[in-house]
């Protein structure tokens, strides 16, 4: 079976694993410590706060600025449900827009349309690891005070017009899931150039304690979102991989849209819309007239592991009580019709030439 994704882990990540494990320093410390600083260099940003997944990432950021009960925030429809549901988590209400099928981001222009006097964030998402079009998104948080929080859990690396997407808004997310280019097993990033924001995230991240004069005070009601120091040693390892990852990635991906474009039914991903693209997923859509739940069998009973490559949230079963909800026909499209094949670094030419004839075939 070609595997959707294989993480890329050897003896390095292990024997500083074991480096940590021997140490019995298990919780935060100076590996998540180094690992931050590495973030901020890498990204160019002031401030990076390793935390425990993408989500935990997400819901802390809300939580540090102040969003509550009967807010509102702006989410894009198609995405891993974790965006929408740190919104619920924290009482406020999510306000979805669809999205665009060149990108599968946010479509800018229906954004203004759900801005009410409630709304207090908007949260684009890069999706697959490609970049929303933030230039129109920081114009709308402008014109209305809103904050913006950028989902870049799948995301590491990409680029918008030349700057690091997590950098743009006020505070970015990234996750280190294993699914992700770079993984920790579970991990997320928090990166803001706003120092006061950084604080209260950093307090937020560890039970709400702040320390002065060396006394531990419960300033606020936090939670335990830390990372380990087990998953900070295995964090620097991988950070040390990703620019690598991501070129061979898109390398790869450059590849599949070579192979794949001859196949009237399937639509396959643009390569960049605003900048660096790195291809956390391989997503094509394949024609209206497909069914594409069998398309996904057929490719597995051929040995290739697929699957559709993101949600239309509002179809989900919380949410379509909750806010019973219609249109967002992208979305569903997207969600109905995509399929992410498999991609990681170490997939052979071979074994892409062998998924493009295989959907040849079956199609
Ligand atoms: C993976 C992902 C998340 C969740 O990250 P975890 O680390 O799994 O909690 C959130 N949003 C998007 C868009 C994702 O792809």
Redesign the pocket.
Known sequence: MIKLCIPEIGLDEINAIKEVLESGMLVQGEKVFEFEKKIEKYLNVKNAIAVS???AA?HLSLMALGVKSEDEVIVPDF??P??ANVVESVGANCKFVDINLESFCIDVDKIEEKITNKTKVIMP?Q?FGQSSDMDKIVELAKKYNLKIIE?A??ALGTEYKGKKVGTIGDLGCF???P??AITTG?G?IIVTNDDKLAEKVRILRNHGISYENGKAEFVSAGLNYRMTDIQGAMALIQIGKLEKINEKRKELAEYYNEVLKKIKSIKIPKEECYGKHVWQTYHILVQSDIDRNKLINDLRENGIEANFGAYAVHNQHYYKNKYQIDGLENSVYAYEKGIALPLYAKLDKSEIKYIGDTLEKLL
Do not use: I, M, N, P
Request: proline content about 0%; aromatic content about 4%.
């Open positions: 997944s993408g989500t997400l995405t891993f974790a965006t998402v999706e989902d859990a799948c996750s280190l899931h699914r992700k579970e997320g």
